[in-house]
């Protein structure tokens, strides 16, 4: 094969251009993102070599670093490597959504420059912040020979064949010369290597290895210290300490050790919100520890998140994501599971089918839930950080499996509402409820201020209730899943009749009903595809008409449904409800006696006005405005001849 050109794609050369400009100061981290690739590549050398009988299984894995201090450094793996493709596919192309992402928000400068490589992962280009040239040396173990890829970070590489024997990828970097930006050299003496792998990857599960030089006391022929004569020999030293942070008595381990080793293991920017430090022995054994982050991933709802934790079993590395061990509404967690219980062939098996692990993942949950509950008691400010990041996906456990975990999960819900300036749980709006008060209300849309316009407020804040305030697409399903809680019917103020009128204004109304029934059947006939009643309402005082919905779907579920891809839509009923002491009342009632032919169209207009007033579409905009135009036309018409 000869020697090959290629070009970088367009996002790569940009990152590149980022990169070799570099507007980030923390430069040192290139070694991190390096030695977490190498890791990243045994690990996947690892676990295919569990179920690929054609790879050969070891446990002789390393991470071999180099240094000449001053030019020239190189990081060394026996992982999985690349065969051409990948190479091309992998270092040229950046196929990470996430880095697109950061890139696009880097230029709307909705990132700072400190957040970055943390969180979005730019990995492997970070080494052209200190490197001029960068060389790959690589083969995987599918592969008959290596390869070797060059690039100066400029918007082309080469790529040509070379002999390995191992599987496995060097990379080598060159180092930029000093200049006032940088005094580059400095990242590859010895003694810094040495701090920034203790720094940044002591966790890392295999040995990180370099030779050092040392001055050790020259010893004679028995092999005693000859006084004040020294020598220099070169050493193989491991760097970091492997051990894992599990092993270790929970005593011992320190927040910070614990926050380091959340980092350094997910490569997280930011430190973990809580901890959950688990070991069970009995009838199941297993240990483990749990993250919750202290920021959601940012593709934390994207189908391309992969939840899980990372599963061991005897001490062996078996799965990286285990998603078995994870429900969906806890997908946001981090961490690991060590058992001895497991088979070290259960990557062979159907993990689902694993009892042990089946038994694991709902004891883990519950101990998650406990901690939780904890929070909530001891520390609401804690709880109401973990609730502002991961609040919705509780609700959706409260939702999911129609409502199998709702028990378990509903005194952690947390709710805006009307009266109180802080976020309440279910229990103290409960404690919380006046004498005569037998619901919990809860108002439905988009914001806080639409709920407050609500037609039916005043009657309830005059009785002094208070009201939830649900704004997320998930609220009322939840709601609606949820029922009750401690025997308490939920109640929308959007929905239905809530019996609070007084009760003069019910006789009034009642009475009114009977006047103008055959009006209220008219409008009712007119539009029987449309509204399954037409009422004259108790609740109205400004607004001509108004729609509500009946018990069961709501309008805001309505419009939350639109939106989903399934084809299972349901509409809401709807009631139309007409205020009793507004001109348009007595207008339409007019018409219904000296203007039948007009009679429908009035019925219609009033429909869509409703609709709009809702925030729903109008039904038909071409009829809903000709029959406008005819009304205006009509009513001018009818001004000019009685003039
Ligand atoms: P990330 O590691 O976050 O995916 P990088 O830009 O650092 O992003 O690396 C891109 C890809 O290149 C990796 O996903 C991996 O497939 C491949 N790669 C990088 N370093 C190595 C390595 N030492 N061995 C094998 N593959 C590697």
Known sequence: M???????????RQLLNLMVNSIYTNKEIFIRELISNASDAIDRYHLTSLTDDNLEKTNDYEIFLETDEKKKFSIQDNGI?????????????????GTIDFLKRLKKKQVKDAEMIGQFGVGFYSSFM???KVVIETKSPYSETGYKWISSGESEYTIEECDMEEHGTKITLYMRKDDDDDTYSDYIKTQKIKSLVKKYSDYVKYPIRMEVEKTNPKLDDDGNEIEDETETVREIETLNSQIPIWK??????????LNDFFKTQYNEYTDPMMHIWTNVEGALTYKSIVFIPGKAPYNLYSEKYEKGLQLYAKGVFIKDKCKELVPDYLRF???????????????????????????IAANLEKKII???ERTLKNDRELYEKFWDEFGVNIKYGVYDDFGMKKDMLKDLLMFETLNEDKKITLNEYVDNMKEDQTNIYYGSARTKDAIKASPQLDAIKSKGYDVLVLTDDIDEFMINILNEYDKKPFKSINQGDLDLADEENKETVKKKTEENKDVLEAIKEALKDDVKDVKLSTRLTESPVCLVSGEGVSFEMEKVMEQMPSDQKMKADRILEINPNHKLFKA??????????????YAAVLYNQALLIEGLDVKDPVSFSNKMVNLMVKAAGDDEQSS
């Open 81 to 97: 490597g690349m065969t051409y493709d990948e190479l091309i596919e992998n270092i040229g192309t950046i196929a990470k959504s």
């Open 248 to 257: 270790k008595n929970k005593a011992e381990v320190s927040e910070d050790d």
């Open 2 to 12: 000869k020697k090959e050109k290629k070009e970088f794609k367009t996002e790569s």
């Open 370 to 372: 406990k901690e939780l």
């Open 130 to 132: 200190v490197a001029k």
């Open 333 to 359: 967690i981090k961490g690991l599971v060590v058992s001895p219980d497991l088979s070290l062939n259960i990557s062979r098996e159907t993990l689902q089918q694993n009892r042990q692990l089946v038994n």
């Open 588 to 601: 339409i009632t007019h018409v219904f006696k000296n203007d039948p032919d007009a009679f429908k169209d």
